[in-house]
């Protein structure tokens, strides 16, 4: 049973490093596979660098989770609410690994070496897969990208709905620079404050 209300600071640098990495990749990766033989060998190193960044980020994270646990939800979400949540999570997590795992296997079928800028690291040499699979593991890579564009806009949705509707700390609570005031967090506290404002005006 979690029993943390809150992510700590390695928490929220873990996830905003990934964030951060996979949205650069998202946009920068769009339409790689069309552009011409000379461009794509500078695309595949950046490409590379921000992927092997999310693949050993994400290792360590699951580790970390593993062994410190989620934060509990707020008692007020539904049973069908915590199950949603904990599905989108999981769903990311494997498709993220997934989508790693297919862009590695498809590096071993692309013309020019597949080398991550900084990690030196040349997919291409792994010979996982042969030329031939290049079509099939481009769908399935692509096909992944737009399921995880798919996840990421429920989770970032679902999140606006705790801080706009529901009014919890679910959202804030994975903010950078947000500190616990007297137990409860800082939009917490906020929010109370405006509330007795209110009170004594009209009192």
């Known amino acids: 049973m979690a029993t ?20 650069a990749t998202m946009i920068f990766s769009k339409g790689m596979s069309q552009l011409p033989d000379d461009l794509k060998l500078g695309e595949y190193g950046d490409h590379g660098l921000s992927v092997t960044t999310i693949l050993i980020c994400m290792i360590v994270r699951v580790l970390w989770r593993a062994k410190e646990g989620f934060p509990a939800l707020p008692q007020t979400m539904s049973a069908a609410q915590v199950l ?8 990311l997590y494997i498709c993220i690994f997934s989508q790693i795992c297919i862009g590695i296997f498809l590096a071993s079928t692309t013309r020019q070496d597949f080398v991550a800028a900084g990690y030196g690291i040349n997919y291409s040499s792994f010979n996982l897969a042969p030329e031939s699979m290049y ?20 989770h970032v949705v679902a999140a606006l709905k705790h801080h706009l509707v529901d009014k919890d700390e679910v959202l804030v609570r994975m903010l950078p620079f947000v500190k616990k005031a007297g137990g409860r967090s800082l939009a917490s506290s906020t929010r109370n404050l405006m509330t007795r404002r209110h009170s004594r005006r009209y009192s």
């Open 135 to 154: 079509e099939t593991l481009l769908s399935f890579h692509i096909g992944m990208y737009w399921t995880i564009v798919a996840l990421i806009t429920v």
């Open 84 to 91: 949603g949540a904990k599905a989108v999570h999981y769903l």
């Open 4 to 23: 943390k209300t809150d992510y700590g600071k390695f928490d929220k640098f873990l996830h905003w490093l990934i964030a951060l990495n996979i949205l």
